[in-house]
T-cell receptor, first 114, second 114 residues
């Protein structure tokens, strides 16, 4: 069965430090992978996505993620955290079957300390 | 473009009351979705629609009904609200059901059932 696991419901970093948010998935077929960001009292917006091709994907606001098939992972990183990055981040996976199923992870709330 | 809008933003109901949440999108998207977001559980799909006049059940459909009479609108109804339906509800839309398409989210409706 398809599933998404985000390790750590809360992550705290200092401003300027590396951001690493972990996402692992399980899927019996090649997945499409997404990261969404949710700022307080707002809806989700797409940060980046992997469909096919290059496994290192760059998104908005300096974030990037790498699809590692052998590790079934799609971790999100940013070299230097900014206060404005404080938000909740959701990893999501869709099956490459032409079907209609996107599964969201439980979310990781990122805190950025001054 | 306004994107995806939701009405109302907040609502408090008593157990047994009914209400309808309205979602509207101006992007001419075929697909629309209703999710609920609960702490630690990510987003769970309630119902979705692949086009005007069609609806289908998602992961947690019980206690909810939907209608898609017009392409741009997707209504979510609660016939007899229960405290377990206290949640934040998000509407989303996408150009099609192709799995690599991102979903565009509304700002959410915060519903409390007493």
């Amino acid at each position: 069965a398809q599933s998404v696991t985000q390790l750590g419901s809360h992550v705290s970093v200092s401003e300027g430090a590396l951001v690493l948010l972990r996402c692992n998935y399980s899927s019996s077929v090649p997945p499409y992978l997404f990261w969404y960001v949710q700022y307080p009292n707002q809806g989700l917006q797409l940060l980046l996505k992997y469909t096919t091709g290059a496994t290192l994907v760059k998104g908005i606001n300096g974030f990037e993620a790498e699809f590692k098939k052998s590790e079934t992972s799609f971790h999100l990183t940013k070299p230097s955290a900014h206060m404005s990055d404080a938000a909740e981040y959701f990893c999501a996976v869709s099956l490459n079957t032409g079907g209609f199923k996107t599964i969201f992870g439980a979310g990781t709330r990122l805190f950025v300390k001054a | 473009n306004a994107g995806v809008t939701q009405t109302p933003k907040f609502r408090v109901l008593k157990t047994g009351q009914s209400m309808t949440l309205l979602c509207a999108q101006d992007m001419n998207h075929e697909y629309m979705y209703w999710y609920r977001q609960d702490p630690g559980m990510g987003l769970r799909l309630i119902h979705y629609s692949v086009g005007e006049g069609t609806t289908a059940k998602g992961e947690v459909p019980d206690g909810y009904n939907v209608s898609r009479l017009k392409k741009q609108n997707f209504l979510l109804g609660l016939e007899s609200a229960a405290p377990s339906q206290t949640s934040v509800y998000f509407c989303a839309s996408s150009p099609s059901g192709t799995d690599y398409n991102e979903q565009f989210f509304g700002p959410g409706t915060r519903l409390t059932v007493l």
